[in-house]
């Protein structure tokens, strides 16, 4: 080997060492020789690691973005000015109008484009006159500007009393002219040398702005979308990418005006809105199937993005949020807040919470039927309540309650409502059917009074309603509660309240979950005004919840995310104010917990005389006439004979539910409790009730003595 030969690597041979024979072939056989890496093979790998780690993919992604931003940014300032001195903007929108079969659209871009040309016709023809013209003006402002200099001159000359300031302002004018040549003669070197490097800039901030650059090229967080805001642009390549061929050749053949389609992109909320006109051959449907890839292409979630159905033709109405903005939480509720806000069951509005353009959303509850529906522990009972929170502060409205879960999410309403049912069981069952027939008798006798009564309003409230349509308890005429066949009780007291009750102020709201045709019948269902859904698992889910009509409008209650959306409701009704040409409006409610619904039935309970609750319907055949009207009255002083013959009937239908004033009269003769009059209307005390109790229980007691 020469002596300028460097090699890669050396062999070297190991010190010979003294071994027994068999020891040498042991060491040999475990530990064989291994040759050492050559040079070339670690450099080879050090240049691979360096080469493919991520500071390094990261500084040349850098290094050619920035490059191509440039690049990008004097093709957009080319292309602006370009088509701000030719016709090719309206020659491209004219095309793209005929394209999308909008001829008003294409006689109108036309028109446009043909001003543009005689406008730019005159420009050119003013070319040629204009140097005369000019030459003509500097002539005019040189002889107007020496005269004015001249007599400037004058006046100071006079004024100072020296004829040498006669030439004093136009030697200033001269010096003036000399400082300007002299610092354009100065800066002129720095301005060539700096300008060109001010025009890269100016063209890469253009660039930079339009994000003119290969996906490759952009930051991890540009080339995910997040947070992208939604432009024109943006839109019309999500369409294209839908995978529906027709829409996407039609775009195509709309060159770079695919916009064309597309509404004003408006702010709406929490996010935008875009009205989308189809072209011919593409359905809406076809859109509306596609939400998951749709929202993809915007770069955002699929419960992100809503696609609804407005009243034009052959468009999509979508709404996108901003990225994240429908995961963060609403303010408290003006419950909560305003501690001096009644309300008005026949003009007010409930506030329920925001629609997902961050507009209040208030829900009228004035003679319409009310049913929430959704999966489990989705918010379903806090959405309820919140309603009947609002609307027991107008002190006129009653309440009949049966919670049919019994976990105390109704318990505030004890001395607020006139029944208070709380529990899972059948019995409870068979108490909130009776508590709705009751309904029933008080909607008859209302609708068998004079014409043009009016009469107070009375909410049936029954949350967890599929637990009665599911009890398989049958009473002593083999007529079973639950079910919904005619011999079913509870179906039959709610079909008799929804067909004829909101004419005389009886509704009837009920929640429920997991809705089928089982434990949520199709007449019950149909029969409710305002119909209200949270996250459910199936579209066949969403149509039992709102209807065929809100579904197909775009509701789509089954796209909430179990969890996720709780409290997110899709609601019909025409008590919301809902866009026109939709069907359904989606509505993130207020939550109010338990303590600060507590606070409020104080307040409710405030506004009122006193209300006994029946935590249970007695159903005796032997009753106590004397007793159960001090049951009725409870604490309060004074009950008008009419509101005490309507407990009596919820207290025992079969017992009071026939009673007039006569029969209350003659329980009550030679008692010394007879009924009075008070401020004009005939009363019942409460202490001369509780006298008269006492009196028949002393006199009893002496006669058995």
């Known amino acids: 080997m020469s002596d300028n030969v460097v090699p890669l690597f050396e062999k070297t041979t190991p010190a010979p060492m003294e071994a027994a024979p068999a020891e040498t072939a042991a060491v040999a056989t475990a530990a064989p020789e291994t040759s050492p890496v050559p040079l070339w093979v670690r450099s080879a790998r050090g240049i691979r690691t360096v080469a493919t780690h991520e500071h390094t993919k990261t500084a040349c992604r850098a290094t050619a973005r920035h490059g191509l931003y440039v690049l990008g940014g004097t093709r957009i300032v080319a292309r602006r000015t370009w088509e701000g001195r030719t016709a090719s903007r309206y020659e491209r929108m004219l095309r793209a109008a005929e394209a999308a079969g909008n001829l008003e659209a294409a006689t109108e871009w036309e028109e446009r484009g043909q001003r543009f040309r005689q406008e730019r016709h005159r420009r050119r023809m003013d070319l040629l006159t204009a140097p005369m013209d000019a030459a003509k003006g500097i002539a005019a402002g040189l002889g107007i500007g020496a005269g004015g200099l001249l007599l400037l001159g ?18 200033a004018l001269i010096e003036l002219v000399r400082w300007i040549v002299f610092i354009i003669t100065v800066t002129w070197g720095p301005l060539v040398t700096i300008g060109p490097w001010a025009v890269l800039l100016g063209l890469w901030a253009v660039g930079k702005n339009q994000q003119a650059a290969p996906q490759w090229a952009l930051p991890t967080n540009a080339r995910s979308g997040e947070g992208e805001p939604i432009t024109p642009s943006i839109v019309v390549l999500a369409l294209r990418n839908l995978g529906i061929a027709p829409l996407r050749t039609a775009i195509k053949e709309m060159g770079d005006a695919g916009a064309s389609m597309l509404g004003p992109i408006r702010i709406a909320g929490c996010g935008v809105e875009v009205d989308v006109t189809l072209p011919s051959g593409v359905s809406t449907n076809e859109v509306q199937n596609r939400r998951r890839k749709l929202a993809e292409n915007l770069a955002r979630h699929e419960h992100e993005v809503f696609i609804t159905i407005p009243q034009a033709a052959r468009t999509v109405r979508l709404w996108v949020a901003d990225s994240g903005a429908l995961d963060e939480p609403i303010g408290p509720s003006p419950l909560t807040t305003d501690q001096d806000l009644t309300a008005n069951y026949k003009t007010g509005k409930a506030p329920w919470g925001q629609d997902l353009r961050g507009d209040a959303a208030a829900l009228s509850l004035y003679q319409r039927h009310l049913l929430i529906t959704g999966l489990s522990n989705q918010g379903k009972t806090a959405a309820l309540r919140a309603l009947a929170l609002w609307l027991a502060l107008d002190k006129s409205v009653e309440f009949r309650l049966a919670d049919l879960k019994g976990a105390g999410d109704w318990a505030m309403f004890d001395g607020l409502a006139t029944v208070l049912i709380q529990g899972p069981t059948d019995d409870h069952v068979v108490q909130a059917t009776e508590m709705l027939e009751g309904g029933v008798s008080e909607m008859e006798r209302r609708l068998q009074a004079a014409p043009g009564t009016v009469f107070p309003p009375l909410v049936l409230l029954v949350d967890e309603a599929q637990v009665a349509f599911m009890c398989p308890v049958v009473d002593s005429e083999k007529r ?55 996250a459910l698992g199936t579209e066949s889910q969403a149509r039992m919840a709102l209807g065929d009509k809100a579904v197909d409008g775009g509701a789509a209650p089954n796209l909430l995310r179990p969890g996720l959306d709780k409290g997110t409701l899709v609601v019909a009704s025409d008590g919301i104010a809902i866009q026109a040409g939709q069907a359904s409006i989606t509505v993130r409610t207020h939550f109010i917990d338990t303590d600060e ?18 935590h249970v319907i007695e159903r005796d055949e032997e009753r106590d006439p004397l007793a159960d009207i001090a049951t009725v009255i409870g604490d309060t002083n004074r009950v008008l004979t009419q509101d005490v013959l309507q407990r009596l009937a919820v207290l025992s239908e079969d017992s009071y539910g026939s009673w007039t004033h006569a029969d209350l009269k003659r329980v009550l003769d030679g008692t010394a409790a007879e009924p009075y009059k008070s401020d004009g209307r005939m009363v019942i005390g409460r202490e001369r009730i509780a006298r008269a109790l006492a009196n028949r229980d002393t006199d009893g007691s002496a006669s058995a003595s």
Request: aromatic share 6%.
């Open 480 to 534: 079973p509660y639950g079910g919904s066949k005619a011999t079913s009780r509870y179906f039959m007291a709610a079909r008799k309240i929804h067909n004829q009750g909101r004419a005389v102020n009886v509704t009837l709201w009920q929640g429920t979950q997991d809705p089928t045709d089982q434990n949520l019948p199709k007449l019950v269902r149909e029969g409710a005004h305002t119909r209200a859904s949270l």
């Open 154 to 171: 004058i006046m100071l000359a006079v004024a100072n009393k020296d004829w040498t300031d006669i030439g004093a302002p136009t030697m």
């Open 597 to 614: 619904a507590a606070l409020i039935t104080a307040r409710a309970r405030a506004m009122r005389d006193g209300v006994t609750t029946l």
